[in-house]
């Protein structure tokens, strides 16, 4: 019995390792690349018409009720910039900003279709720092992105009010 206990708890770890090491396939680390600039497979799959500046204003209605600081400080105009670089690594940025207050966050990003995935988008609902992998769909339109939830796991919905209340225009 004992046995079977630790074949058991042999297979949970072999499987661990196995989750573990396919997560870190694919990783954006080119330290072997022998000094080379490489365009990751993430920045390659994003379109090139997603790529750029975008601006949008909240209005009041747009806030929860007892909103958090994030989206009463500053002002209720805010930036959204999708870049192939500039984000962790080196890889793909998607960094929101408000217009006087600065950058919120810049998280590291892939897309897949009409879903952008935001991976480590930091969330700090009560005062702790937590970072979690949310979907998002998105159309573009003519210069007119919008964002709808697909997942968020963030209780403070910071990131989800700014992306998903108001149509965004594209500046560049």
């Given at each position: ?98 217009g006087s207050a600065g950058v919120l966050e810049s998280s ?65």
């Open positions: 019995m004992e046995l079977n206990s630790y074949f058991r708890n042999g297979l949970v770890v072999l499987a661990l390792a196995a989750l573990f090491a396919a997560a870190g396939c694919g990783s954006d680390d080119s330290s072997s690349d022998s000094g080379k600039t490489a365009t990751t497979p993430a920045a390659q799959a994003i379109p090139a018409e997603l790529l750029g500046s975008y601006t949008t204003k909240l209005k009041p209605s747009d806030l929860p009720s007892n909103p958090p600081p994030e989206l009463t400080s500053g002002s209720m105009t805010w930036k959204l910039t999708i870049a192939k670089s500039g984000g962790p690594n080196n890889g793909p940025a998607f960094t929101i900003a408000n590291a990003f892939a897309v897949h279709r009409n879903q952008i995935t935001l991976r480590n988008e930091e969330c700090g609902a009560g005062g702790t720092t937590t970072v979690h992998t949310n979907v998002y769909s998105y159309r573009l339109q003519s210069k007119t992105l919008t964002f709808t939830t697909v997942k968020n796991s963030c209780s403070d919905k910071v990131a989800q009010t700014i992306l998903t209340s108001e149509p965004w225009a594209k500046t560049d």
